[in-house]
C-alpha cells in the first residue's frame, strides 16, 4: 500500500515540480528526478492532459500547459469566492479530532519548509487546505474547490521561491487552526482571501518576464 501511495504521489508531483509554463517535459528525465519508472511518467502525463496541466504538440511531446495571466485571475477570483464560501458555512465548533489532524499537516508542512524539500511543501499545503475546506460538508462546493486547485498546481511553486512567502503560507496555517479553535469565523474569512495572492502574483510576475506584458490583463 505505501509503494502504491508513493507511486501516487510521484505521478501527481511530475508537472508541479516542473516550475516553467512551455517546459518540455521529457519522459527519461522525469523518470530520473523522481526515481520512478517510464510508465509511472507516462500515466502521470496522460491524467495531467485530461485535467489540461499538460498540452501534447505533435512532434514535439508533452509541454507544461501556460495559463496567461487573465486565465489565472479569473481562476483565483473564483478560488476566493468559493473558499470564503466553505469558510463561511463551516460548522463550528470544529471536532478536536479534526482540529489534531491539521496541527500535523501545519506542522509537517512548517518541517519541509524548513528541509527545503519543495515537493513536501506542496503536498502537506495542498492536504491541509483540502482538510480544511473539507469540514464545510458540502461535496458539490468541495469537489469545484478540488477542481479549480488541479488547474493551478504549478502555479503555487512561483510563490514558494520566496523565503517570505513559505514563512507567511505557514503563519497563515497556524492562524488558520487558531481562528477554528475559536470559531472565529471572520478571521478564517479574512485569512482565506489574503493566503490565496501570493501564488498568482508570483506567476504573473514571471510570466511577463518570460514573455512580456500581457495586453490581456
Request: aromatic letters at 8%; glycine letters at 4%; proline letters at 5%.
Amino acid at each position: 500500500m505505501r509503494q502504491n501511495d508513493d507511486s501516487q504521489r510521484r505521478r501527481g508531483g511530475t508537472v508541479p515540480a516542473a516550475r516553467h509554463p512551455r517546459e518540455r517535459l521529457v519522459e527519461q528525465d522525469l523518470c530520473d528526478r523522481f526515481n520512478t519508472h517510464r510508465a509511472d511518467v507516462r500515466l502521470a502525463l496522460f491524467e495531467l492532459e485530461k485535467k489540461g496541466i499538460v498540452q501534447r504538440i505533435p512532434n514535439r511531446g508533452a509541454i507544461v500547459r501556460d495559463l496567461t495571466p487573465r486565465e489565472v485571475m479569473d481562476i483565483y477570483a473564483v478560488r476566493e469566492e468559493l473558499e470564503v464560501m466553505a469558510a463561511r458555512i463551516l460548522p463550528f465548533p470544529v471536532d478536536e479530532t479534526e482540529l489534531a489532524k491539521l496541527d500535523q499537516l501545519q506542522r509537517q508542512h512548517s518541517a519541509a519548509i524548513d528541509n527545503e524539500d519543495m515537493l513536501t511543501v506542496f503536498y502537506t499545503n495542498l492536504y491541509f487546505h483540502q482538510a480544511l475546506f473539507g469540514l464545510c460538508g458540502n461535496p458539490c462546493l468541495i469537489e469545484t474547490i478540488r477542481q479549480l486547485e488541479q488547474k493551478v498546481y504549478g502555479i503555487r511553486f512561483y510563490a514558494n521561491a520566496f523565503p517570505e512567502a513559505l514563512n507567511q503560507a505557514r503563519r497563515d496555517h497556524l492562524e488558520m487552526v487558531m481562528a477554528l479553535r475559536a470559531a472565529r469565523r471572520n478571521d478564517l474569512i479574512a485569512l482565506a482571501r489574503s493566503h490565496l495572492k501570493p501564488s498568482p502574483q508570483a506567476y504573473i510576475r514571471a510570466y511577463e518576464r518570460r514573455f512580456g506584458p500581457s495586453t490581456q490583463v
